[in-house]
């Protein structure tokens, strides 16, 4: 199990657990190097410890005096955990949950190694996967920058002015309401998955040193577009994202397993009477900036670790609230 991740959950739970009815104890014979008002440390939970807090790293490969401050450190979180036994903490307020949540992470993760043990990816899986997501990344990449103003009067003026000569990075940094100002209004290079559908759709449109002929909205404004390059999307190589499609393929077949699960189980569903919302009612969210991909976005066209990818850009700045 990754012991520098579930170390700390662990330890969470172990002084609780000590206080625990016995038949709900951890079954460990190892001999007990300390006790806590009776509760015994063990030697295979402090050997588990050590690894979670240096990596990987045996009691052996620590000092005599490094040894002594762990021991010393367990001691203390053991004793923690007890108070907070007493006082009730773990059964009210955020603890309670972080606990709950702590133990679902946990035990989610050790059965995820234990089922994904005995199924590693052949290598024809992984060369599915990697076509998979090849056909799914986007061929083409974009280089353009914009202006954002907030009526499309103003944007039309904007197009009449740069018909007229003038330059389009010094307009944007006069006019444009968007923090890409600075650049000229540079954008940088990016997918079209990225942006919102209006503004990829008016990109994709243009060939390269052209600019939008009408002004193209979106939930921020009003936008004049310039596409200044294009350039092929370069796959990376099977090898070079090999570890990438195990952990994907990986991922897939846990999710599987738990969709199995699910079927099986007899699943009640009350959120809606609880919370009041009307079924099927989407929670609502913020709108994404037109540098990143909206949220309805699948996220089908991510590419493979190691693909370009496009720069992140700046948010468009936000209504100011009265």
Not at 113 to 125: A, G, I, M
Not at 136 to 144: L, R, V
Not at 166 to 191: P, Q
Request: positive net charge.
């Amino acid at each position: 199990m990754n012991h520098s991740r579930l170390a700390l959950l662990v330890l969470l739970l172990a002084g609780l657990a000590a206080c625990q009815p016995k038949t709900s104890a951890v079954t460990d014979n190892s001999p007990a190097i300390a006790t806590v008002n009776g509760a015994p440390i063990s030697l295979n939970f402090y050997d588990f410890y050590i690894k979670g807090i240096t990596g990987g790293k045996a009691p052996a490969d620590l000092t005599a005096e490094q040894r002594g401050l762990a021991l010393d450190n367990l001691i203390r979180a053991q004793l923690v955990a007890e108070r907070a036994v007493k006082e009730g903490v773990d059964k009210s307020g955020d603890a309670a949950y972080m606990l709950q949540l702590a133990r679902l992470n946990v035990l989610e993760q050790a059965v995820q190694e234990r089922y994904l043990k005995d199924r590693q990816p052949s290598d024809q899986e992984l060369r599915a996967e990697y076509e998979a997501q090849l056909s799914a990344m986007p061929k083409t990449e974009y280089h353009a920058r914009h202006i954002l103003v907030a009526t499309e009067p103003f944007a039309q003026k904007i197009i009449d002015r740069l018909d007229k000569g003038e330059k389009f990075d010094v307009l944007a940094k006069a006019e444009s309401m968007d923090s890409s100002k600075n650049n000229g209004g540079d954008l940088g290079w990016f997918s079209p998955q990225r942006m919102v559908p209006e503004f990829a759709a008016a990109v994709e449109a243009l060939k390269p040193g052209e600019y939008t002929r009408k002004p193209v909205q979106t939930q921020y404004g009003w936008h004049v577009i310039q596409l200044l390059e294009t350039r092929a999307v370069t796959p990376p190589p099977f090898d070079t994202v090999r570890q990438r499609l195990v952990q994907v393929v990986q991922a897939k077949k846990f999710r599987a397993y738990q969709d199995e699960l699910l079927r099986n189980a007899k699943v009640e569903k009350f959120l809606e009477k609880t919370t009041g919302a009307a079924p099927g009612a989407a929670p609502p969210r913020a709108p994404a900036a037109p540098g990143t991909p909206p949220a309805s976005a699948p996220p089908a066209g991510t590419p493979p670790a190691g693909a370009p990818t496009p720069a992140p850009q700046p948010p468009p700045p936000s209504p100011k609230k009265d």
